[in-house]
């Protein structure tokens, strides 16, 4: 359990140092965990630490497992890490999802037990404290991402806290995402959102050995086979039990499909653009917010403002474009 908990960042933050890199770079995991802390806990080092991992990422296909609490989740990211590291990859794991630990939950048997996963090299593991306003995501998860991808692992799975919003957010830090239900989310299904349905690349049908399971087999393929939408070719849809070890192997081939197919057609690359381009506006969304607050006290004046606003039911627009104004009159001269 400890390997899992969030290492208690140092009061001063954690410096950069070479000797830590160096450690990374040597495959130590302690220096992985620590780097993992750094940009968890320290949003202002993001970029300094993005910038050491130049080189060593865009290649990984990161994998969004989401679904309603208590489905499996954890259970199955760890079978299928099992999976894909037996398949010669190695492969990191994140969890956001503070309530079920990868050791949390009644443990079945010893077929997957997480503790044996503690020590194998091919497959690290990290848990995130989601954040409120979020969704399912810490915000820090792409960074986290980005420094395991960094530290070797070709195959990253995400797993986040599966409720409301968080399905869309892992759209937007992953290649493909996977969605698990479980028997008794059968009357659920016709009120599942819409967009995670459309979203889903594979759709799992986990605690198979449950009863129930072929009717939300059958509500699924219903579900699609009413089409209507302008979704892609429907999404395999596979039961697994991880207390039998059923299915797993042959989910573990889908995502394997998957992954192919996106590094082929070249779609793999056009996602890790459109992040670069997100990654891009926010940050100078953040560095001119930074500038902008810097210089003036202006969350005061914002929230003056607003209240005046709200008075007179006028537009805050007119603010925003004076902001604006103002910030490129200061920044332009400088910037020369
Ligand atoms: N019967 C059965 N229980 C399972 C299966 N997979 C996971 N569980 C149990 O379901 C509970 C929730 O699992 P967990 O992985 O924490 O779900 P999460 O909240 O979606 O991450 C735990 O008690 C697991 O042991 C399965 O295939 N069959
Ligand atoms: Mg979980």
Known sequence: MAQFQKTSALSHGIDLTPALWKSFLAGQRQACARLIT?????????????????????????????????????????AIALGLANRDHRV????????SPFTGGAFMGDRIRMENLVGDSRIYMRSLASREGHGGLSPATPHVADVIEAFGMDRILIETVGVGQAELDVLDCTDM????????????????????????????????????????LQSLRFVYSLGGSNRRPAPPIIATSCQQNEGIDKLVDEIEGAAATLIESGRHEELRRRRIVNEIRSGIQRRLWERYIAESDVERTIERVARDLVQNGESPYAFVRDACSRIELKSRPKEA
């Open 177 to 216: 995402v996977v969605l698990i239900l479980q028997p008794s989310t059968g009357d659920a299904i016709q009120s599942l959102k819409a967009g995670i349905i459309e979203i889903a690349d594979i759709i799992v049908v986990n605690k198979s050995d449950l009863p129930g399971t072929d009717t939300v």
């Open 38 to 78: 750094k940009v968890e806990n320290e949003p202002d080092s993001i970029a300094e630490v993005r910038e050491k991992l130049a080189g060593r990422i865009g290649k990984a296909v990161r994998i969004g497992l989401t679904g309603p609490p208590g489905v499996g989740k954890s259970t199955l990211s760890s």
């Open 92 to 99: 990191g794991v994140i969890a956001v999802d503070p309530s």
